[in-house]
Structures are given as C-alpha cells and as structure tokens.
C-alpha cells in the first residue's frame, strides 16, 4: 500500500539527532530527551550534550536549519527536564535496587554502571554526583545507583541539583553564545558539538589526574 503523499514526504525523526529531534518537537522536545536520558535507563542513548548546545545555537537565529528556538522557554525546559528526570531516577534505584539494571543487556550501560560506582568510591557521594552528569551514559545509571546504594536523599538532591544546572544552563547557553559571537557557525556544527562534549569532560579529567597525584604522593610518604 503506498502511502499519501503528504504523509510519506514528512521525513522521519531521528532520535540520535540533534537537529532531527529540534525540527520535530522544539522546546518540548529537549525537556523530553532530559528527562527521558537523566531519569530512565532506556534513555542512556539520547544525545543530551549536542542537544543542549544546538539548541542554544538555535536561539540565535544565526544557524540557517529552519528552525527558530526561544532562549527562556528553552533553559526552562532543559532545566525542568535535567532535574525532575535526575529525582524520579534516584527514586526508581531506591524503590527497584538493581533489578532495573540487572534487567538491560546493553554492554554500554553496564560499563557506565561500574564507571557510575567507581566515581562515588573514589571522589565521594557529592562530587561524583556533580561530575556524573557530564559524562554520556554514567549520568542516566548514576541516579538510580545513587538511591539503591542508599546515598541520602538531601545530599543527592542538593548535589544534583547543583550538577543538573551547571549542565544544562552551561551547554545551552555556550551554543547560544558561540551562535550570537561568530557568523555562520552552523556550518561547522559537527566538529563544535565534537569540542563541546570534550570540554564537558575536563571536569572528570581533572579530578582523576588530582586524585593518582594524591595516590601517588601517598605511596611516597608511605
């Protein structure tokens, strides 16, 4: 059966793309894909980093995608979405313990699951909680490892409070002023989104160089 013409010429949605799922669903589609990559273990795969940074290049009106975002209306959403996802996936881990996780068979996010319990060993319940977020699949297993593992819920709501607008607020508003600053940056979307995700893991990158000089200091002494 061959479909419509005004049917088959909508192109489909690519979940994986930035500009896809910005061309379909907008604002709310960015409060959807935080929520759904923060709070809900099938959301690991959703491009929250390129996300965020595209659509605050989208608010300036400088990227020629036919697709014109509100700046306010935006970090609203980021921030609603990064947040409330973070609390409902602590709450989930500490209701469900394991059994959601025990449950995937993606390689993927059992390996993001052991890098998620080997940052609240080693840097402690805050700054794992804050570092997690920028690190791709980590910061969807973290919340719900943070409430089966029993981490207070003051301290992570605090901590992930403190994280998730760090994260979102920062990426958005670095597109929107990377867009605002230099002309037709669009057209090296890729490899700016590219630097973008690097620079959202210096934070980690950091505190693991810190933490083998501390290591390494410690075996001196000793």
């Known amino acids: 059966m061959i479909a419509p013409p005004h049917l088959s010429s909508q192109?489909?949605?690519?979940?994986?793309?930035?500009?896809s799922l910005l061309a379909a669903f907008g604002v709310l589609g960015v409060g959807v894909v935080m929520f759904a990559e923060t709070g809900l273990l099938i959301g690991f795969f959703l491009p929250g980093d390129s996300l965020l940074f595209t659509a605050g290049l989208l608010c300036t009106g400088t990227a020629d995608?036919?697709?014109?975002?509100?700046l306010l209306p935006l970090l609203a959403a980021a921030?609603?979405?990064?947040?409330?996802?973070?609390?409902?996936?602590?709450?989930?881990?500490?209701r469900a313990g394991g059994a959601l996780l025990a449950r995937s068979r993606s390689p993927?996010?059992?390996?993001?699951?052991?890098?998620?319990?080997?940052?609240?060993?080693?840097?402690?319940?805050?700054?794992?909680?804050?570092?997690?977020?920028?690190?791709?699949?980590?910061?969807?297993?973290l919340n719900p490892m943070a409430g089966a593992l029993g981490v207070?819920?003051?301290?992570?709501?605090?901590?992930?409070?403190?994280?998730?607008?760090?994260?979102?607020?920062?990426l958005t508003l670095a597109g929107y002023g990377l867009g605002s600053t230099i002309p037709d940056v669009d057209r090296y979307l890729l490899?700016?989104?590219?630097?973008?995700?690097l620079v959202s893991l210096v934070p980690l990158a950091t505190e693991v160089l810190r933490s083998r000089r501390a290591a390494k200091a410690g075996e001196a002494r000793g």
């Open 191 to 197: 490899p700016v989104i590219a630097l973008i995700v």
């Open 79 to 94: 921030v609603l979405g990064a947040l409330t996802g973070s609390q409902c996936g602590y709450l989930l881990g500490r």
């Open 65 to 70: 995608r036919g697709v014109r975002l509100s």
């Open 152 to 170: 207070p819920l003051r301290t992570f709501t605090v901590w992930q409070t403190a994280g998730g607008l760090l994260w979102s607020v920062g």
């Open 108 to 141: 993927r996010l059992h390996a993001g699951a052991r890098r998620a319990e080997e940052l609240l060993e080693r840097y402690g319940q805050a700054k794992a909680i804050v570092l997690a977020r920028f690190v791709p699949v980590v910061r969807t297993v």
């Open 11 to 19: 192109p489909a949605v690519n979940v994986l793309d930035a500009q």
